[in-house]
């Protein structure tokens, strides 16, 4: 039986852990990464890995799946070709570092291969939501050390 789709919403940095969890070795592409500087919003499109259903040994199932955070003010990239709009990228990790006033600060979108989003925002306000029907994958994402 397959678990319902996500909806997260996370208004305090204490509730970016469950966001990451979920996103964890989610893959998109650097197309599917949208900053709207007009709307103060970065939308990330992916394929997310659906932990929550456990999945078989071997494989498990994936789901297109969107994060959007809110009241962006600013958005850096390190080690990410903005112009490779086909480059696929792996997110290992969506965390917080505090500013120098509260509730504004940092929320670092970490990728694997040294890649990574710093994203200046006034305060938390991200959405995770499933976007698709879940599909099967042969391969469950490993994880060394």
């Known amino acids: 039986m397959s678990a319902a ?6 208004h305090e940095p204490e509730d970016l852990p469950v966001i ?3 996103l964890q070795d989610a893959v998109a592409k650097i197309g599917d990464i949208r900053w709207d500087a007009a709307a103060r919003t970065l939308t ?3 394929n997310r890995f659906r932990w929550e259903v456990g999945g078989k040994k071997q494989g498990g199932e994936r789901v297109r799946s969107a994060l959007q955070l809110g009241d962006v003010v600013g958005v850096q990239a390190r080690n990410l070709r903005r112009d ?4 696929v990228v792996e997110l ?5 570092e505090p500013g120098e006033e509260a509730p504004g600060g940092v929320i670092l979108l970490t990728f694997a291969g040294g890649g990574d ?6 305060c938390v306000e991200a959405a995770l939501a499933d976007v698709s029907e ?3 994958t042969p391969r469950k994402p ?4």
């Open 5 to 10: 789709p996500l909806r997260l919403l996370a």
């Open 20 to 22: 990451s969890a979920a």
């Open 44 to 46: 990330l499109a992916c």
């Open 84 to 87: 490779a709009k086909q480059a």
């Open 92 to 96: 290992l990790s969506v965390t917080f």
């Open 117 to 122: 989003l710093r994203v200046t925002v006034d």
């Open 134 to 136: 879940p599909w099967a």
């Open 142 to 145: 490993g994880h060394e050390g």
